[in-house]
C-alpha cells in the first residue's frame, strides 16, 4: 500500500510539471510538408499542412522563421498574396485579407499562420504555393518573393 502511496504522487507530480515544460515547435506542430526560403536563406517558410477542411474550403497553415540577426522591424507575409496553383487542372486559388491570420515575424522568431481559400474540385495529389514577403527596414519596404513550392493536398 505505501509503494502505491509514492508510484500515485510520483505520478501526480509529473502530470503537474508537463504543462511547465517548454514543447519544441517542431514537436508540438509536427514535421512540416514542404519547405522553401527566401534568397539569403534567413527567412523560411515551412508548409505544416494543406487540407480540405469544409467541404468547399482548404485550410492551409505554415510557420513562418525569420532568422535575420539584425533587427527588421517588420516582416509581413501577407496571407491575401498567397497563391495556391494546380497546374494539372489548369486552376488558380486566392484568398482574402478576411480568410488569413496576420502574419508578422520580428527577427530571431517565428510565427504559425494560415490561411483559408476555396477548394478544388475533386482531390488533386500536389498543389502549388506561391508567397510573397515585405520588409520594411529603415523607412524602406522591400518585398522578397519565395520560390513555388510543391505541397502534398490532403482531403481528411
Known sequence: MRLSKVIGAFVMAISMAGPLMPVPTAFAEGEPIATTQQGTGKIRIN???LKRTEGDTMT??????NDNEERVPDLSVRG??????DFVNRRKYSTSVA???NCDVPSQSQKLCWSVFGAPKGNPKTLSVKFVAFISKEGRTAQEDFDIVSVPFSSD
Open 47 to 49: 508548409v505544416m499542412s
Open 60 to 65: 492551409f497553415r505554415y510557420t513562418v522563421i
Open 80 to 85: 491575401d498574396l498567397i497563391e495556391i496553383f
Open 99 to 101: 480568410a488569413t491570420s
